[in-house]
């Protein structure tokens, strides 16, 4: 892959909650076209960090620039689009109706995009007839797929999604994992996931960041980060990177 535009360039980013810094210094770059998984353990600051690039979180420290401007801004011109981990679409709808409500939200009174962003929703979730039914009558893989057609119907230049494929079964998960590389390559959206699957991330993304503790501990596609860390697979390079950090807190390559 060409190391294209920078989509993403966080630089020394740092986080506090009251006191606490959560985020101490995370940094990494995402380029224009790439699926860029960023991984770490429970409470190393993921979702924090996904949060502050969607724009929702706004005070923090250091430099965060989303094409070259503010993740405020870039939410504002509808460059980005973000789904949290704990998201469900409207029950009581059907899945079609779902779609299009956010059609005419992501449209703002214009027709026909309304029904440009509708169309290409309903070949992500690719529901077949369902897509008629309600969603609470679906599966969790497919609502997951409703999520992420509602989310990425506007082709944005920033797709930031938060352990999309968690509980998921394998095949729902597969798919999901199949629409993520379809919409990156068919409409050149960026994406950037978070995931605790190590497997999926080898598979599905260009390059990674490892966090740990709030820190960036490596960046790199996962080829480099298994040969860096001396290991077989990313799956061992987490484990190795997670046991370093017991003892002794960062180690910087
Ligand atoms: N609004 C908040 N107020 C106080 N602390 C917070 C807040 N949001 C997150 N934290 C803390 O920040 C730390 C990082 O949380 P975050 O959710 O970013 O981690 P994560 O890597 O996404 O974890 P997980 O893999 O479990 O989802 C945690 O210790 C969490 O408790």
């Given at each position: ?5 920078t989509?993403v360039?966080?630089t020394?980013?740092?986080k ?12 990494f ?18 979702t924090t960090t ?13 430099k ?5 401007t503010?993740?405020e801004k870039?939410?504002?011109k509808?460059l980005?689009?973000?789904m949290?981990?704990d998201?469900?679409?409207y029950?009581?709808?059907?899945g ?6 956010y ?6 009174g214009?027709k026909?995009?309304v029904?440009?962003y ?9 529901l ?7 969603a609470?009558?679906?599966?969790r ?19 930031i999604l ?11 998960a597969?798919n999901?994992?199949?629409?993520i590389?379809?919409?990156a390559?068919e ?8 995931s ?10 260009n ?5 740990e503790?709030?820190?960036t501990f490596?960046?790199g596609?996962?080829k480099?980060?298994v ?10 390079a987490?484990?190795k990177?997670?046991?370093?950090n017991?003892?002794t807190?960062?180690k910087?390559?």
């Open positions: 892959m060409i190391e294209s535009e989509v360039d966080v020394d980013l740092k506090r909650f009251g006191q606490k810094y959560v985020l101490k210094k995370v940094s770059k995402v380029f224009s076209g790439e699926v860029f998984g960023i991984v770490g353990p429970n409470g190393a600051g993921k996904l949060r502050i690039l969607a724009g929702i979180i706004r005070s923090f420290e250091g965060v620039e989303l094409s070259g503010t993740p870039a939410r504002e509808g980005i689009a973000y949290p981990e998201t469900f679409p029950d009581r709808l059907t079609i109706e779902n779609l299009r409500f059609a005419e939200l992501y449209a703002k214009d026909r995009k029904e440009e509708v169309e290409t929703a309903i070949k992500i979730a690719d077949g007839d369902r897509i008629e039914d309600r609470s009558e679906y599966s893989g497919m609502k997951r797929r409703l999520i992420i057609a509602r989310t990425l119907m506007t082709s944005p230049r920033l797709a938060d352990e999309p494929t968690s509980a998921l079964d394998v095949e729902s597969i999901v994992r199949h629409k590389t379809d919409i390559r409409k050149g959206v960026t994406v950037l996931l978070s605790h699957n190590m497997l999926e991330v080898e598979y599905l993304c390059r990674v960041v490892m966090i503790g709030g820190k490596l960046e596609t996962p480099e980060l040969s860096k860390m001396g290991v077989q697979n990313l799956e061992e987490f484990i990177m997670t046991k370093m017991e003892g807190q960062q910087s390559f």
